[in-house]
């Protein structure tokens, strides 16, 4: 479920969680589907961004995010249980890519 930026709706999506305004009140439900109103109503609000369904998408590509890994690591390669958390991370970014 990505969190898409409120410039960056369409209509057709669906809303994965709820809109709720500063006092709590929902506004728009789990399950609406984004129209053109409801966009320009969603501009409007003070909201960053909407949690809609499907996918998520990672911001950046495997090659991207594996090199920052390494230039991340790559002061404390010498370190004993630096190459653990390494591999671990790495596994973990790999798993968020198709």
Do not use: C
Not at 64 to 74: H, T
């Amino acid at each position: 479920m990505p969190r898409i930026a409120k410039e960056a709706l369409t209509p057709g999506m669906k809303l994965a969680k709820p809109i709720a305004g500063q006092n709590g009140m929902v506004l728009l439900a789990e399950g609406t589907e984004l129209t053109e109103k409801w966009i320009e109503r969603i501009q409007d609000m003070d909201v960053a961004g909407v949690f809609v369904e499907g996918d998520s998408q990672p911001a950046v590509p495997l090659a991207e995010a594996l090199a920052g890994l390494e230039k991340r690591f790559a002061t404390v390669q010498q370190e004993p249980h630096m190459g653990l958390i390494k591999k671990a991370v790495r596994a973990h970014i790999e798993s968020l890519y198709p």
